[in-house]
RNA sequence: GCCCGGGUGGCGGAACUGGUAGACGCGCAGGACUUAAAAUCCUGUUGUCUGUAAAGGCAGUAUCGGUUCGAUUCCGAUCCCGGGCACCA
């Protein structure tokens, strides 16, 4: 018979189905003598659209790599399931009215089929949706858990909430206040990103991608949760150094993360109609330029504007502060070439020169970086100079570049003044008292030491990160476990109430209030506090998507448990994540919430490592035919179900994988896969007969002859190295597969041995036709449960190797000789050649160079 | 603007620590099989020049320059593409 791709593929699939070939035993039952290796797929959103080719890509790399691990002995714990939770389920229900839970369901089980069809070696006994109740009980147990602690920034770590120390004396409200203001998952009342097109507010992190949709985000004030990340800063940011990531998502998370070094400088603010006296901090990263600040800038909302302006002044400040306002954050950086401002009418007084200097607002300064207020130091600093120059303050220069000459000093002292020069770099100081002639670093500590000594400012580190804004205005999402009073105070509900579940409604819509469709069903809203019966309402705002894929790996490895989210030895036992697999656009949102989460879980004791991810790899794009991403516009997309009818699952993951290195963006191309399938027949039809069905006659226990058992340890030792580096490339293991059949074609007599190690190599790559042909080989059990061929290491060497032969560096002839021989011999090799004589007759060798096994080049005059 | 990647045949891509540039696949060309086509198998395939051929010359890894006996690989400058950040003081 033919190679029948979707006949065997079907067979196969049934047989692991039936057999739980990939199951991964239980924890009392997994021979823990064995190492373990713990291989992770970004999950994916089940869309309605189905699986995309883009997905298999991924889940192809660590199929082989949990494949191959498998028959390397490694217990592998390789599961899959669905982060169900999210927007386009919900918008679906808006528009048809079917509830999002039965649409997520059907949409599980698409995805399900489509991921078996491509024979993936899941443990589905492992499976979970963030969206099922038994799922997401422990979502809210953890968010519960984080909600009960707070940051011990002494020991570092986060703590018991009943550990604090409350300040005695305290009533029942400033209690339930102070723990507030420490809680790390804490409700209040901030700017937030408001997208009214989604009727939701969104994290710092998701904005960008908002926007780039054509979605518009507004600041707006509103009470929301959120979770104090960045007290985690400093741990995010320097346990990325022990973590095996791309480079560049570590360099994307250390951008977010944003940490700077500096000072914050106290000034004394007099409001000249009242006299009253406000000490302002201003946070700066270039203390030694304090004596060419000449004035200090507040946000737009720093608290004290209104106390400081004067009455003469006020008007045009509150309407300025009104404009701010009204401007979304895309606004206030479009019009960033434009820097507006006004003045408050109020004077500051320079820490070191007691000198007047005026303070203004302007909407250029960020409330939500340091401290909400700079000093401007226009001769040094672009934005400060801009501004300086349009309201025409005074400029002074207080940093001149190193190794300049008196002259050119001379010159830029002049162009500073005038605002024509503005030098941001280091240098000397100047005009700067007693850091006149240091350079800046020594300035830097020297002011601050000063600073710090006179009480007027310190040593201070700040971080771009925000904290993360935790609550959404949707209904497709874990209701937080809180309820609040009419007094407006709130608690935790009692864990024994979880999970709490999402009621049925009538309509998905936001209630457009700025309120999720919760706030609108009565009967789940209003409820009563367990113990005392006191009547409550529910929080109506639901958890962000990212919730539930802040801690799912840690679920796979005890999905049962009812006790706890995943039994602390059996965490201990699995973690980290030996290799994790996903898009980059998960670099900053995804994957620094979960290390978030799970630095958390650490503290708190219910898990044991530091970082949850060894590992990471992103995998590239496939574009489509045309070169460019693949969209329904376009109509360029490729659809994976046809692909599998069209050529078989195994070709399409041999294809994906054959295409360049899984990092890589690359086209999708028919005729690429063509050529794969054709690959698989052309290894059908070299070991089986196609009347008899049998093996082929010329397929024999004879021993096999040398050159290709060298070949196939060549062949073992490529394709081994190349899924043990880490660098998953597995192209090139592919065409030295490849390589070796075209190789097999020549040879008369096969040994049945060679073909044995053939298949299992190819196994992990296209698992289906090598089940096949390993049951015809004569096995009976699977070939996921045989071990992997190991190498001769002396029969990968070549006996000869070809030596090219150069004069002056270029190519003039090569000759193969025997593997090792002396430099010595090859360099007469080389003065015996008939091309490279002509070369050299009649000139002077000024010298031989010659590299063992490789060349030698003769350098003449 | 700043910070990371990356530019190799007609195409996707190979090339160890500086040592034969273009593995493997696609496409294309030629041949075999066939009444024919498809499928399959075999051969060739960076460009260019000399040669009937065998063979050989020259150029060639974005561009220019440098280091070196020798550079796709190391260094410097420039151009282009992709990604990230973007008033973070």
């Known amino acids: 018979m033919k190679y029948n791709f979707t006949e065997i593929e079907k067979k196969w699939q049934k047989y692991w189905e039936e057999n739980e070939t990939f199951r991964t035993p239980d924890f009392d039952k997994l021979d823990k003598s064995k190492p373990k290796y713990y291989v992770l797929d970004m999950f994916p959103y089940p869309s309605g659209d189905g699986l995309h080719v883009g997905h298999p890509e991924g889940y192809t790399a660590t199929d082989i790599i949990a494949r191959y691990k498998r028959m390397r002995g490694f217990n592998v714990m390789h599961p899959m399931g669905w982060d169900a939770f999210g927007l386009q389920t919900e918008q679906y229900a808006i528009k048809t009215g079917i509830h999002p839970k039965i649409r997520t369901i059907e949409c599980i089980n698409r995805f399900r089929d489509q991921l078996k069809s491509i024979g993936f070696s899941y443990d589905w006994k492992r499976e979970i949706s963030t969206a099922d109740e038994s799922y997401f009980k422990w979502t809210q147990w953890i968010f519960l858990k984080i909600y009960n602690s707070f940051y011990d920034k002494t020991d570092n770590k986060a703590k018991d909430i009943n550990e604090l120390k409350i300040p005695e004396g305290l009533s029942a409200k400033e209690k339930f206040d102070f723990l507030n203001s420490y809680r790390i998952a804490y409700l209040a009342e901030v700017p937030v990103n408001w997208c009214p097109e989604l009727g939701t507010v969104l994290s710092n992190e998701e904005v960008p991608e908002q926007l780039e949709k054509g979605f518009t985000v507004v600041r707006r004030k509103m009470k929301q949760w959120n979770m104090r990340i960045t007290e985690y800063a400093d741990r995010l940011l320097n346990d990325l150094n022990e973590l095996d990531w791309p480079k560049n998502v570590k360099e994307i998370q250390r951008n977010w993360i944003g940490r700077s070094e500096g000072a914050t400088i106290k000034f004394k603010i007099i409001n000249p109609e009242t006299k009253s006296e406000f000490e302002i901090e201003v946070y700066t990263t270039r203390p030694d330029t304090i004596f060419g600040v000449t004035y200090l800038i507040l946000s737009p909302e720093h ?196 999970p709490l579940t999402l009621p049925d409604v009538g309509s998905y819509k936001p209630s457009g209030t700025g309120e999720s469709p919760l706030a609108i069903i009565d009967d789940w809203v209003n409820t009563v506090e367990k113990d005392s019966g006191r009547s409550a309402r529910r929080e109506t705002n639901t958890m962000p998507q990212w919730a539930g894929s802040c801690w799912y790996f840690l679920r796979y490895l005890d999905p049962e448990n009812t006790k706890v989210f995943c039994d602390r030895e059996i965490e201990k036992f699995w973690m980290p994540v030996n290799l994790y697999i996903g898009g980059q656009e998960h670099a900053v949102l995804h994957l620094i919430y979960a290390r978030f989460w799970y630095k958390v879980l650490f503290d708190l004791g219910y898990v044991n490592y530091k970082e949850p991810i060894s590992k990471l790899f992103n995998q590239g794009m496939i574009l489509g035919e045309d070169g460019v991403k693949m969209s329904k516009s376009r109509g360029n997309v490729i659809n994976p179900e046809d692909v599998i009818s069209k050529f078989g699952a195994d070709a399409m993951r041999l294809f994906e994988m054959f295409m360049g290195p899984l990092e890589a963006s690359k086209p999708w191309s028919t005729k690429g896969i063509e050529g794969l399938n054709r690959f698989l027949n052309r290894v059908w039809r070299v070991i089986i007969d196609e009347n008899s069905d049998g093996l082929k006659n010329n397929i024999t226990d004879s021993e096999p002859e040398l050159k290709l058992k060298k070949l196939l340890h060549k062949t073992i030792k490529k394709v081994t190295e190349d899924i043990e580096d880490g660098d998953m490339k597995f192209n090139t293991a592919i065409s030295y597969l490849m390589i070796f059949v075209n190789e097999l074609y020549k040879s008369e007599e096969i040994s049945k041995n060679v073909i044995r190690d053939f298949i299992l190599l190819l196994s992990p790559f296209a698992p289906h036709i090598t089940e096949e042909i390993w049951q015809k080989l004569g096995n009976n059990e699977s070939i996921q449960f045989a071990k992997w061929p190991a190498y001769d290491k002396e029969l990968t060497k070549e006996e000869s190797v070809t030596i090219i032969f150069q004069v002056n560096g270029k190519l003039r002839s090569k000759a193969d000789l025997p593997f090792g021989s002396e430099e010595k011999i090859l360099e007469d090799e080389a003065l015996d050649n008939e091309n490279v004589k002509k070369y050299i007759l009649g000139k002077q060798i000024i010298k031989i160079i010659s590299v063992k096994n490789k060349m030698v080049n003769i350098v003449v005059k």
């Open 303 to 498: 608290k004290f504007v209104n106390d400081i302006t004067v009455g003469s002044e006020k008007n045009k400040i509150d309407e300025y502060i009104r404009s701010a306002e009204r401007k979304s954050d895309l606004e206030r950086t479009e019009l960033s070439k434009n820097k507006t401002g006004e003045f408050t009418g109020a004077f500051a007084l320079h820490p070191l020169t007691d000198e007047k200097i005026p303070v203004l607002i302007s909407d250029y300064v960020l409330a939500s970086y340091g401290t909400g207020a700079i000093m401007g130091v226009p001769g040094h600093d672009e934005r400060d100079n801009e501004f300086a120059q349009k309201y025409s303050l005074s400029i002074i220069p207080v940093v001149f570049p190193e190794n300049i000459s008196d002259e050119e000093k001379k010159l830029f002292l002049e162009n500073t003044k005038i605002g024509k020069e503005c030098y941001t770099g280091e240098g000397i100081s100047i005009n700067s008292g007693f850091l006149d002639g240091l350079k800046s670093g020594e300035a830097i500590n020297k002011i601050i030491e000063w600073l710090e000594t006179n009480k007027k400012g310190m040593r201070s580190v700040n971080f771009k990160l925000r904290d993360w804004l935790f609550s959404r205005q949707r209904f497709w999402g874990e209701p937080f476990p809180i309820i609040h009073f009419e007094d407006g105070t709130f608690e935790d509900i009692d864990v024994s109430e979880l």
